[in-house]
């Protein structure tokens, strides 16, 4: 063998090493679902391996013996997962801190910290996985945690506590913190109160004791209740979902700031009470989805989205084929949108149209107690 030949076998070698490693890498799908547990411990966080070819989802791993994990947050990388624990209990509920195991479809407790507050509902991370700010439900007030390193939670650093109430008397009597957001350029922080009818806006400070400051009041409609909002993928738009009025609202976002654009129904039927749920935004930016729990009508609204505007224009209703729709996710890809019907105990999954933004349900659904939220993520694996 000349060198040439020599020297041409080794680029053989080399290349089909090459392929061979990119063969045995591929990406995997977990999804994550928190449930209530009747307030005794029980079957609190599952988690399930799902297919974005078929829509299946195989459960790999259930986490008992815990109380009310009714609400779930990833971190951005997806390395960690963070739960409240005991929800809509007569005392103090928590944090908890998970570090996953994405080859086993695993989860490993690392801390739990407490939350400094009745009803914790709701949770978010800043966009580079540094600070946690948990809404409290029942004793209205915001707490704010360090995220350590190995994704632990230091004790809170602050909790924010707010007195108010709007109009109406049976759920508005007094502040209710039903969620908050971080702004697209990870400066601010954006809560919902249901029971003020206000958006509270904050400074988020950073440090070794992150907290919020500089409270900015966005004022909404007397009765409308805001629960959840979604910023939009351009960094230039934000969208509400107000429970007791059932609309979403538009507003314009820049610098800190929220600017009203137009409010859009998001039932079918007109309702005696309303009960809007959750929204989020396909990853292309192009549809809104938002859930919409009964009486009369447990569905999935559709939206379609001018991207120069923020304007909203319906494109039509699909049944959730559940009760109380209060939590939905949308697939990385977007080919899927899968929905917890808490009352029904089942997960619906959808084949979502990319190009239409509408709905099918497939055939696969998912069995599992009282299911109040879903959080997916892409890895890759070797």
Known sequence: MNRVQFIGSILVCFLFFVACKKVEKS???LLFVGSFTDKIPGDGIHIYEFNNETGEAVLKYTLDSIINTSFLRLSPNGTHLY???ESQMPHHGKVAAFKIDSVNAHIELLN???CGGRNPTHLEIDKKGKYLINSNYSDPSLSVFKINGNGSLNPYSQVLKFKDSSIIESRQKEAHIHSSNVSPD?????????????????NLIVGENPKLQNENQIKTKPGS???HFTFHPNGKFGYGIAELSGKVTAFKYKKGQLKFVEDYQSYQQKQEIYRAADIHISPDGRFLYASNRGPKEDSISIFKIDINSGKLSLIGHESTYGEHPRNFAISSTGNFLLVANQFTNNIVVFKRDIETGELTKITHEIEVGSPSSLQMHRYIVN
Do not use: C, E
Not at 188 to 200: E, N, P, S, T, V
């Open 83 to 85: 739960s409240v624990v």
């Open 112 to 114: 739990m910290q407490d």
């Open 27 to 29: 990406d995997k799908t």
């Open 225 to 227: 209740g805001p629960r």
């Open 186 to 202: 990870n400066q601010y922080i954006f809560a919902q109160d249901l029971g003020a009818d206000k958006i509270r806006g904050f």
